[in-house]
């Protein structure tokens, strides 16, 4: 339903052959500092716009990451490697976090210029546990805790990041997104459990009520239950 952007905090300096090495310890802190299964973001990027994967399956599967307290459900969490409290963000990272994020954006139909409405899990966040609040789909870790992070530069650059993934994402042209607009999208068919993808040479996409869709080169369907 929503994506929401961090940053690590560490050095502006590195090069782009030390970016992997940051990823590897920002994962080591998560699992042996924190007592994470994994590290806890599902993507992140560093100041020369290469996009690493986070936790296992977090490009490609609905994996819940370990990124904002208490709202990590349906919730994207991509870190950019560094940290912006005074410092720009490069132009070719805004470009990189935006492209990830339009990724998982059209797959899940979601409107980078809309809200979503997600449930508090964790009273240690801004919001009692149970509380339901609505953010815009794409956020800042501070929305949800008290934290300076992104940073005062990234936060700002929101509303940059939000119009450069609505330029990427054109899922109303999808075939699918008719079909499950057709069956009564979300009130009809339930959240999306498994975002648009290829599978067997077919576009398929996966409800929450248990229902798939698959469309063969002709355009006809096939409904899987």
């Not at 940290?83 to 339009?102: E, G, M, Q, R």
């Not at 063969?216 to 239950?225: C, I, N, Q, T, Y």
Request: aromatic letters at 10%.
């Amino acid at each position: 339903r929503a994506a929401t952007v961090h940053h690590t905090a560490g050095s502006n300096t590195y090069t782009a052959a030390e970016s992997a090495g940051i990823v590897r310890s920002v994962m080591k802190y998560h699992i042996q500092g924190r007592g994470w299964c994994d590290i806890g973001y599902n993507a992140l990027v560093d100041r020369y716009g290469q996009i690493f994967e986070g936790r296992i399956g977090g490009l490609t599967n609905p994996v819940i990451g370990a990124h904002s307290l208490g709202f990590n459900s349906r919730n994207f969490g991509i870190s950019v490697m560094g940290d912006f409290t005074v410092a720009n963000v490069p132009a070719v990272t805004i470009d990189a976090l935006s492209s990830i994020i339009a990724m998982r954006f059209h797959d899940f139909y979601v409107n980078p210029n809309g809200t979503a409405t997600l449930t508090s899990s964790d009273s240690g966040s801004h919001y009692p546990a149970g509380t339901t609040v609505t953010f815009p789909t794409i956020d800042g870790h501070r929305d949800f805790q008290s934290t300076a992070c992104p940073g005062a530069r990234l936060y700002a650059a929101l509303p940059t990041i939000r119009a450069k993934v609505a330029a990427q994402v054109l899922f109303t042209d999808s075939d699918l997104y008719a079909r499950y607009q057709l069956l009564g999208g979300r009130a009809g068919m339930g959240e999306i459990g498994m975002g648009e993808a290829t599978l067997f040479g077919h576009r398929h996409l996966g409800y929450a009520s248990g229902w798939g869709t698959w469309t063969r080169a002709d355009g006809s369907f096939v409904e899987l239950g």
